[in-house]
């Protein structure tokens, strides 16, 4: 029987230092941020930020009133109003924010306008009545000779509706 060691070896002081200076390290880390957030809740109590009111109408799934908060972000206050897939929201700048009470209507969309590319005479870009389907554009579009034949019987059957700012390309034959 080997007799009992009196004491660690370098490399096992080092490890267990190692484990004190890590534990103290997160002794120090919670004790912080239990210090930052007793400081941020007594500043939001001293100077409590107030929502402020905003109506939005029209082109949306649940108009009404709603309360944010100054600075929001105008596409993150309208996402609450569930904008309609007919929304026309170009004509809001997406840097916009909330900064007062306001009214917002959304109109819909009229008119959808896309761009067409790739085997076709010409590069087109289309302004056309807003329930306009791909399957209709087939007969508006020059397709060249060598236009992708399958894509073509297949991607202009669909019934779905065009997207406003959608770009279609049509590939050429393969091999």
């Known amino acids: 029987m080997e007799p009992l060691k009196k004491s660690l070896k370098q490399s096992e002081w080092i490890l267990v230092g190692s484990l004190v200076m ?4 997160l002794v120090f880390l919670a ?4 210090n930052q957030a007793r400081f941020l809740s007594e500043t939001q109590l001293l100077n409590p930020v107030e929502k402020i009111t905003i109506e939005i109408s029209g082109a949306v799934s649940k108009p009404g009133a709603y309360q944010v908060f100054p600075g929001t972000p105008f596409f993150q206050a309208i996402k609450k109003a569930k904008p309609k897939s007919f929304a026309n929201l170009k004509e809001w700048p997406p840097s916009m924010r909330i900064s007062e009470p306001v009214k917002i209507f959304i109109e819909e969309l009229t008119e959808v306008t896309f ?3 790739g085997a076709v005479e010409e590069n087109l870009e289309l302004t056309m ?3 306009t389907r791909v399957c209709d554009l087939k007969a508006k579009i020059p397709f060249l000779s060598d236009a992708d034949p399958e894509f073509i019987n297949s991607f ?7 997207k406003d700012g959608e770009k279609i390309t049509v590939p050429k034959k393969t091999g």
Do not use: H, Y
Request: net charge positive; aromatic share 14%; charged share 40%.
């Open 22 to 25: 890590i534990m103290a390290s």
């Open 31 to 34: 004790k912080w941020n239990a």
């Open 115 to 117: 761009s067409i590319e």
């Open 129 to 131: 009545p807003f329930e």
């Open 156 to 162: 202009f059957k669909k019934r779905r509706k065009i």
